[in-house]
């Protein structure tokens, strides 16, 4: 257990709908990133936080956002979904940006759009 | 842009035995970190061995050992006497050691590895 928690653990949903992936990283980490795992994009960076502020964005679409909150949990807000965004969702968290730090990932969040 | 490619789409290994996978990338750095992980099928993402680039001496993880070839730019992973939990998906991973504003890690395609009894 990488103490990352994520949650739902599975989500079903239908084209066009708006669903939100929950986060909350091990005790005392400050940075949180998002990653999306699917079979022809591999996994990819979407984006990072560090203490409540965005610190790099990667190949997130513009129907994506994301927020850290005061208590460092984060959220991933997917909207206007389509078929092609059904993926494995992976948080992982680190205590800073130092590059010395490993990430340490949840179990991800499965979304199914239908 | 870095990138990581791993050749080896599937593997298969005896129980018992020693598997060597392979790991290439390519960057115009000369400070960053290379990662496995490994994601069974539970899908969760482990870590399993970390190598900093400036350090020359191989890492190693109890059964886990890498070979990294720094000028060669070759990362591979050797498992030694493989147990059937060592069945996974396994990917090869890329950080950058600058000091900019982008963490992010690059990963390869990923090698399943399937561990005959």
């Known amino acids: 257990d990488s103490g990352v928690t994520q949650t739902p653990k599975h989500l079903i949903t239908a084209t066009g709908q708006r669903v939100t992936l929950r986060c909350s990283p091990r005790?005392?980490?400050?940075?949180v990133y998002w990653y999306q795992q699917s079979l022809d994009q591999g996994l990819q960076f979407l984006i990072q936080?560090?203490?409540?502020?965005?610190?790099a964005k990667g190949n997130i679409l513009e129907r994506f956002s994301a927020q850290q909150f005061p208590d460092l949990h984060s959220e991933l807000n997917l909207s206007s979904l389509e078929l092609g965004d059904s993926a494995l969702y992976f948080c992982?968290?680190?205590?800073?940006?130092?590059?010395?730090?490993?990430?340490?990932f949840g179990p991800g969040t499965r979304l199914l759009v239908l | 842009a870095q990138t990581v490619t791993q050749s080896q789409p599937e593997m298969s290994v005896q129980e018992a035995e020693t598997v060597t996978l392979s790991c290439t990338y390519d960057?115009?750095?000369?400070?960053?970190?290379l990662f496995w992980y490994k994601q069974p099928p539970s899908r969760q993402m482990i870590l399993v061995i970390r190598?900093?680039?400036?350090?020359?001496q191989n890492a190693t993880e109890n059964r886990f050992s890498v070979n990294f070839q720094k000028a060669a730019k070759s990362f591979s992973l050797k498992i030694s006497d493989s147990q059937l939990g060592d069945a996974a998906m396994y990917f090869c991973?890329?950080?950058?050691?600058?000091?900019?504003?982008?963490?992010?890690?690059?990963f390869g395609k990923g090698t399943r590895l399937h561990i005959l009894p």
């Open positions: 992982a968290s680190s205590h800073g940006t130092s590059v010395q730090e490993t990430q340490y």
């Open positions: 005790s005392g980490d400050l940075s």
């Open positions: 936080y560090y203490n409540g502020e965005e610190r």
């Open positions: 960057t115009s750095e000369s400070d960053y970190y």
């Open positions: 190598q900093e680039a400036y350090k020359q």
């Open positions: 991973a890329y950080r950058s050691g600058r000091m900019n504003r982008d963490d992010k890690i690059i």
